[in-house]
DNA sequence: CATAATCTTGACACCGGTTACCGATTAAGA
DNA sequence: TCTTAATCGGTAACCGGTGTCAAGATTATG
């Protein structure tokens, strides 16, 4: 009788002549094992092409190996560079990754992933930004006993369940180098309300003006949605005001190429008449004209950092090097920033 | 003695005062059950929190409910759109969405992916161009067991396994559009080799252009690679041209962006100068200046209508609402076009 | 050489659901 | 009343792996 599917465990016991339970200490490499029948047993696996069926493994172990990932971020650039460190770190693991967007605003949010992480019961799940800025999500996977891994702009958990870039310092350092270039007048595109990495970076933007003793009068901060449009609307303004600001921070590449378009609707030169700073360092910010200047985010790696961090002490914590928890941006100079043309200081 | 974890199906059943069988009568819906019973299990369900274990159903019914999303799509808006659509379509089924990237151009490629398969046994796989066109990819699914659904832009396979747009058909409107306002000199941008898109658009380029018996030499083509540097690159080529074309369709919308830069660099005003459509309909096209007047490619509700095919006849056949097979896309009318400057016909 | 300690290995129950088979109960129809 | 059908339970086997525990083989020790 042909036998149809795949073989399983019993047929690769079968040929090599041993119990399952033997071919199953092969499987998960068990130390007390003799060399021979190992051998005998991988040939017979090899030339049968048997591979454990994951369902099982997970029935029988009392644990899938599903690992989420949950965002309600709507850059997709970011979205994707979050995915592809995670199945990087993932690789060679038995770990698969499942994605789960939420609607952000949604009345119903918390309990959508309630429901998601119930049904799913996934080993764990990997926190994006915005929602992982959230307390009652962390504390709802906590009750329902999910494992999970925060991604954030500053540290809001314990370094078990958090990986974070320290954008303050990273802005702070990027408005330092426009203030050394001889920026007085300097304008901020904030992020919007309830982003916390928006947070961080206004008080990064804040301490470096505060430190070089520049005031930073209202007019010359804008509010922004971290998208093209809201970066457009908010250089308006800032341009609007006179003396107009020679330099501008904005909080996100995209804001930034709005201002970039704004300013050339006016007939301004970039970076002769103004300077621009950006954030993320996305392909948008090496596809506008002039190429912007702006602090690289690391996201990719602290995606790989923070899968790490989930499955670590999954196998026997035989690879337990504690991963990195913080992560620091850097200014990456291109040529959206040069000293303003009218030194007036 | 305090029971630790989920409610299994037996906790139900004992508290029901019913078989587990009754309990999994109901689960699954049987139609031979009493409508008193089905309620009273049905509250205890409720009552208790229980869900089926996933994975104990998977092993059970010898399938498991894992739908992967095969792409190496470059454009990560692309990529997010069509997990949109999917993930639309596996709401409220017990589906769920594992992504795997393919390293295009990799000689691994082909074994990844049949390891990826054979290890996971996955339900199915949607594919996603560009590595939807490769047969082998199919022929490998078939091989393994594991149903598909391939995207692309034109049909290449039986409505079974595939969702396609018909690029070449709105591409030749589009370009009979530029040719009603006048336009006689138009350029192309065309997609890279390989893409079969890039060929089908090129196509209905062509189709148009001979219809109203327009010349197309070759210096009128430029080859891009979907890429925003490739787009501004063609067209510096393209508009080095004398006399220049008026026009020019590109391939995508990436392409457009960086063809209205290299037109503005060169002091060329859009549309008045040069008019330019693009294809695709990302963000981009709304956020460049002019906003861009480009073809809609319904992708999401391409992704959408695919992953219902997909698990079309998972349940009893009951919905098999047949999915459509074949997406129209539409001319969406911004501004970067306009009747010539020069009307010298 | 006897005995203990160690190494290998297999029998068996179990994870949490499923189906198959058969029997029991109840309700409806003849 | 008897037949028939619908509804549900009991038991058992199964999906394809895993843990426990003890037996048999091997080696070290007295």
């Not at 399952?20 to 190992?38: A, F, H």
């Not at 970011?78 to 499942?98: D, I, P, R, S, W």
């Not at 996934?122 to 009652?136: A, H, Q, R, T």
């Not at 408005?175 to 928006?198: C, D, K, M, N, W």
Request: proline share 6%; charged share 25%; aromatic share 4%.
């Amino acid at each position: 009788m042909q036998k149809t599917g795949q073989p399983t465990i019993n047929d690769v016991a079968r040929i090599a002549g041993v119990s399952k339970k033997t071919v199953s200490r092969v499987i998960n490499r068990s130390p007390l094992l003799n060399d021979d029948t190992r051998k005998r047993v991988e040939d017979v696996i090899g030339e049968l092409g048997y591979i454990p069926n994951p369902q099982a493994r997970a029935l029988a172990l009392r644990r899938n190996f599903l690992i989420g990932l949950v965002h309600d971020n709507p850059n997709a650039q970011t979205v994707l560079n979050v995915q592809q460190g995670m199945l990087e770190a993932l690789q060679g693991t038995e770990f698969e990754m499942v994605v789960r967007p939420l609607d952000r605003g949604s009345a119903t949010m918390l309990d959508d992933l309630r429901h998601f992480l119930e049904r799913q019961r996934l080993f764990g799940v990997l926190l994006m930004p915005p929602v992982s800025e959230n307390d009652s999500v962390a504390k709802l996977c906590d009750s329902i006993g999910c494992r999970y891994v925060r991604m954030g702009s500053a540290v809001i958990d314990d370094s078990e369940h958090m990986v974070a870039s320290n954008d303050r310092e990273a802005v702070r350092t990027a408005t330092e180098y426009l203030i050394e270039q001889g920026h007085r007048r300097i304008g901020l595109v904030a992020g919007p309300h309830g982003f916390r990495s928006a947070r961080e970076r206004r008080l990064g933007f804040e301490d470096a003006l505060a430190a070089a003793g520049i005031a930073l009068p209202r007019s010359m901060i804008a509010d922004g949605n971290y998208t093209f449009e809201s970066g457009l609307v908010a250089a308006e303004r800032l341009l609007d005001v006179m003396p107009r600001p020679t330099a501008i921070f904005s909080s996100n590449d995209e804001m930034a190429a709005g201002i970039i378009h704004a300013a050339r609707q006016r007939g301004l030169d970039i970076p002769r008449d103004l300077s621009i700073i950006g954030f993320d360092d996305t392909p948008i910010a090496a596809h506008v004209w002039p190429p912007l200047t702006t602090v690289r985010w690391p996201i990719a790696s602290m995606a790989r950092s923070a899968a790490l961090k989930l499955i670590a002490g999954a196998d026997d914590g035989s690879d337990l090097v504690e991963e990195p928890s913080l992560f620091l941006s850097t200014l990456i100079r291109r040529a959206s920033v040069s000293p303003p043309a009218d030194a007036d200081t």
